[in-house]
Structures are given as C-alpha cells and as structure tokens.
C-alpha cells in the first residue's frame, strides 16, 4: 500500500516566514484568517497573490459587502498581486498564473490557501505547480468554518451554489479506464445529498463507496452529512467508510486501500463533495495515480457566504508527486522536520 507523508500541523506552528501565498478573494470570515495570524504573530510573508473571480466580485459589490471582500488590501503589508478569474474559463486563469513572479522561480515555496477556492479550481492549480511548475510540495492552508449556512434553519437545506448543475471531469483528471470496462464510484459525502444522486446517476457505477467525514469539523456535521445523504447510505449495496473531515493524509490513506481492493480490474472515479481536507487528499491521489477520474457537478452559480465566522487554521505540506521518494523528503525538508508515517 502506498502510504502519504503526514506532515499537518496547527497554523499557529507554521513556519516563522511564507515566501509566496495565494488565496482566493472571498466574504466569508475565514476567507482572510490566516492573514490576521500573519500579522498578529509577525510572521514574515513575502509575497501575497490573490485571485478575484469576477463573478464572486460583481455579488459582492451588489450585496454591499466590499469592505469585506477587500478586506486583505489592509492586513498585510508586503507585495500583492491581484489577478482576476472566471469560474467559466479556468485555463485562462492558468495561463496567468503559471507566468506570474514568484511562481516562475523554483527556489520560491508556493503556500496556497484553499478555504475560499473552489474545488475545480484549486485541484487544477496543484496539478499546474506539480507538472508545469515542477514542484514536489506545496504548503496548503485551510480554515475550519465554525458553522455552515443552514437556509430556514433545516439541516437539509444546505447549498453552496444554486441553479442546474452539469456533472464532468475535471480537466487534468480524467483518468485511463485502460481494460477496465465497469466503474466504481466514490464519493466524499458532503451536505448537498441531491448532487450525490446525480452523480450516482450519471456515472451508473457496478459499485459504491461512500466515505463519510469522521471525526467532523464539529460532531453534529458527519449526522447532517448522513441524513442529507440518506437514500444512499441506506441503501444495503453501497459501503460505507470513514476519513477524518480536516485531515487529507487520512482522506488520501481511505482512498488508497479503496484503489488497491479494486486494482486494475476497475475504473475509479471520485466525486469529492465532502470538506476541503477530503478533497486535498482526493487530489492528491489523483495526482499520483493517473488512472483516477475525478468527477465535480458544476453550478450555475456559486453562494457568495456559507460559512459563519472561523475554528482552526491547518498546515499541510503535501507533496506532488511521489517519485523515488524525492517528496517525502522534501515535505521533511520544508517543515524543518522528520518525515513521519
């Protein structure tokens, strides 16, 4: 079994100085967290990126929520660069990032902060850094939301986008069903059960995997994820597994046993509709075994705030790729730390 580098630890015990950190533009609370700790514990930052997606802005400025918005202008006080994004045209964005200083110098570490990315968006932006950028890590923080938006206060009523939804690949992630003719589905059980339905529906898969976030962000969130879900999980013919909802090693590990019991005789495909964490770790697996399609339900539109206010702040170093072991001892390396198992 291949087991990941576990190298995650609390965002208060970060490194005493990020060369380069990308986020992404948001309203939500937790959007900026990390920088309030930057500046708080006189953490060095040299380099500050962030992207703007033009449709989250346009909301924003019609919900009078631009102070928010632009909250980072007035946290940090190091280089920024502001670049604009469309959640319609994801290689545009790619194409202005790979080009950009520092990304473009080896020697710079990349941190990026994925709690206010879209899924799509920062699955392809590690893809980017690992086969264009050639990098063998990458610092990635994530911030736990206190609590999710509830819409009338039902537990089922959870939505982070709105409108009809198509379900794709991702690009980048496609996956080589090689001989492989039946597929198994996997998916990270979020709070939006329809979308899962849909998925399941559109993949027809001989066989289900459903991997529920446990222990949750907050006991309550893996009941809700399992009532939201509740024609699948009751349903006798899908197993059902766990992963910790704020650890991708974890995620990465569950998803890793589900690839060796099924071997080459299936295609695998992941849906990750769970945590972010889950995600990463989906990601990650996809990244060292290109035979995995991931698979996403793209909306109409994004919510522009569903989470309330913020919990802890992560640090993972996640390595890239996997070759000669040449990663694992990078993350070491970049942490100033063992590599542990």
């Not at 995995?292 to 309330?308: N, S």
């Amino acid at each position: 079994m291949q087991r990941i580098a576990y190298d995650m630890s609390s965002f208060d015990d970060a490194p005493t100085s990020i060369q380069c950190l990308i986020v992404a533009a948001g309203t939500d609370y937790r959007a900026y967290e990390p920088l309030r700790k930057i500046r708080s514990a006189g953490v060095d930052l040299g380099e500050l990126i962030v992207v703007n997606f033009l449709e989250r802005e346009e909301a924003v400025r019609k919900a009078g929520l631009a102070d928010n918005y632009f909250e980072f202008r007035d946290l940090v006080s190091c280089p920024v660069q502001e670049v604009s994004a469309s959640f319609s045209d994801p290689a545009e964005f790619f194409q202005k990032i790979v080009s950009l200083s520092p990304l473009d110098d080896e020697a710079t570490a990349i941190s990026i902060d994925i709690s206010c990315f879209t899924k799509p968006f920062f699955f392809g932006l590690l893809k980017l850094f690992g086969t264009v950028l050639n990098r063998l890590v990458c610092n990635v923080i994530y911030t736990e939301p206190r609590s999710y938006v509830f819409r009338e206060g039902l537990f089922d009523s959870f939505h982070a986008s709105s409108g009809p939804t198509t379900v794709t690949e991702l690009p980048s992630f496609v996956g080589r069903p090689a001989r492989a003719t039946e597929r198994v589905l996997v998916i990270q059980l979020g709070f939006e059960g329809l979308l899962a339905r849909e998925i399941t529906e559109d993949v027809a898969p001989v066989r289900t995997i459903l991997v529920n976030g446990f222990p949750g962000l907050a006991p309550k969130f893996k009941d809700i994820s399992l009532i939201s879900n509740e024609k699948l999980v009751g349903a006798d013919s899908n197993k059902r597994i766990c992963s910790r909802a704020n650890n991708p090693f974890d995620s990465y590990n569950a998803l890793d046993s589900i690839l060796m019991e099924h071997g080459e005789k299936f295609f695998i495909n992941i849906a990750p509709l769970g945590t972010k964490p889950m995600a990463l770790g989906a990601c990650l697996v996809a990244l060292h075994n290109p035979n995995v399609r991931i698979i996403y339900p793209h909306p109409e539109e994004y919510a522009l705030e569903f989470t309330h206010e913020c919990c802890e702040s992560w640090f993972y170093v996640v390595p890239l790729t996997l070759s000669e072991g040449s990663a694992r001892q990078a993350s070491a390396l970049a942490r100033g730390s063992a590599y542990r198992e």
